[in-house]
């Protein structure tokens, strides 16, 4: 469990650092620069380390431009989009629902069973941040609804770029190899984009060094650690176990904003935490229960 608790700490300081990194760059240049690079360090290393993962079978390759397309580019771009206009603990609500979409998928491509007491335990995570989120939706303005809308399109395809990732482990790809291509791709097109909406004068950066150093950072503890340890638990616990854990991530996040951004927090958290902790348990406990870890 603790792993797993790591696991959702290194996405929560993707969300923190991607909010603060807009005071010096443009978004889609900053994914294109961050994915790019990262996806050639990990094909790189995939060439080094793990020659037999390199061949992409024909019929393969439709799934690694759909991880490209829908888990690199759209997932990360429309979150840096949103993240713009709202609070990153806020934006982190929106997971909440990435168990509900990956159990659905999960049971209809992978035949995961969905036990009562598993049923228990999601509803009992979900409900844990609704005070939250019929808080923050009724005090948005028309902007602002439109980046609550680009946060839950940005889950969606971000579920369906893990159960895609799931199928091609099965293959026999390696969470580095998987990743380094769809990077790559989904940071050809985010350039593309930049070069389309964004001000080049003669690039859409403010700082260098904060960009760079930012930058660095968003990569290693987001797209090099978590993304590749996901990759690797994906091997060990279901799917849906994994992204129901994610109800922990607005918690780590608001406690990441408290401490980097400045941000409040209201006494919700508080009551969401317990809750939280009560329907992972119960979840997890279903998950042993059932023989899903192994």
């Known amino acids: 469990m603790l792993i797993v608790i790591l696991l959702y700490a290194l996405s929560a300081s993707s969300l923190t650092i991607g909010r603060a990194i807009f005071n010096y760059v443009q978004p889609f240049f900053f994914l294109a620069v961050r994915m790019v690079g990262v996806g050639a360090l990990l094909i790189a290393f995939s060439l080094l380390f793990k020659r037999d993962a390199i061949k992409i079978r024909k019929g393969d390759w439709h799934q690694f ?4 397309f829908f888990h690199v580019f759209l997932a990360f771009g429309l ?4 993240l713009q206009s709202i609070e990153s603990h806020h934006a982190s609500l929106f997971y909440n629902l990435a168990p509900f979409i990956t159990a659905l998928c999960s049971y209809f491509y992978f035949s995961e069973i969905m036990t009562k007491k598993k049923i228990l335990g999601l509803i009992i995570g979900f409900c844990a941040f609704l005070p939250e989120i019929i808080l923050s939706c009724s005090s948005t303005h028309f902007g602002i609804s ?3 809308l680009a946060m839950l399109v940005s889950i969606i395809t971000t579920v369906f770029g893990w159960l895609t990732m799931r199928s091609l482990l099965t293959k026999g790809y390696s969470p580095a190899f998987i990743n380094g291509i769809a990077m790559v791709g989904g940071g050809i097109l985010s350039l593309a984009t930049s070069f389309a909406i964004e001000t080049w004068q003669p690039v859409p950066v403010l700082s260098w060094s904060k960009f760079i150093y930012l930058t660095a950072l968003i990569a290693f503890f987001n797209d090099i650690l978590f993304y590749n340890l996901y990759g690797r638990l994906l091997k060990k616990y279901t799917a849906t176990f994994l992204a129901f854990a994610g109800f922990l991530l607005p918690l780590i996040t ?4 408290i401490i980097f951004l400045s941000e409040s927090i209201s006494w919700h958290f508080f009551f969401s935490a317990l809750l939280v902790f009560i329907g992972l348990g119960i979840f997890y406990y279903e998950e042993l229960r059932q023989g899903y870890k192994l």
């Open 146 to 148: 439109w980046a609550y």
């Open 79 to 82: 979150e840096l989009v949103a």
């Open 254 to 257: 608001a406690f990441f904003g």
């Open 65 to 68: 431009l759909l991880m490209a």
